[in-house]
């Protein structure tokens, strides 16, 4: 099961074009991250991450509450702190 192929065509079904993006300021730059690069960057983790990934994607594209824009923003803020958070340690 190609887990990233499955977000990727939850999203089609849904009319949302994967290649779409979203800009974070990040102390004082923008950053531009595509939904496929943090699907992508998500499926790096381990399989239980990416059905976890998965299951909140769907959740997020079943319920008005949270949507898929918000579900996106805050995956792209997690990538971005853990970007942060690794060049800190260096």
């Keep these: ?10 999203l089609l079904e849904k ?8 800009d974070f300021e990040v ?12 699907i992508e ?3 790096q983790a381990s399989k239980e991450s990416q059905l ?3 299951s ?3 959740k997020s594209l079943n319920t008005q ?9 805050g995956m792209g803020k997690l990538l971005l702190m853990s970007h942060l958070s690794e060049k800190f340690e260096d």
């Design 65 to 73: 509450s949270m949507g898929v824009e918000r579900f996106f923003e």
């Design 56 to 58: 909140a994607l769907q």
């Design 41 to 43: 960057s998500y499926m």
């Design 1 to 10: 099961m190609d887990i990233a192929a499955e977000c990727k065509q939850l």
């Design 15 to 22: 009319g949302i074009n994967t290649h779409s993006s979203i």
């Design 52 to 54: 976890v990934f998965f």
């Design 27 to 38: 102390n004082g730059e923008m950053m531009t991250l595509t939904l496929d690069y943090i």
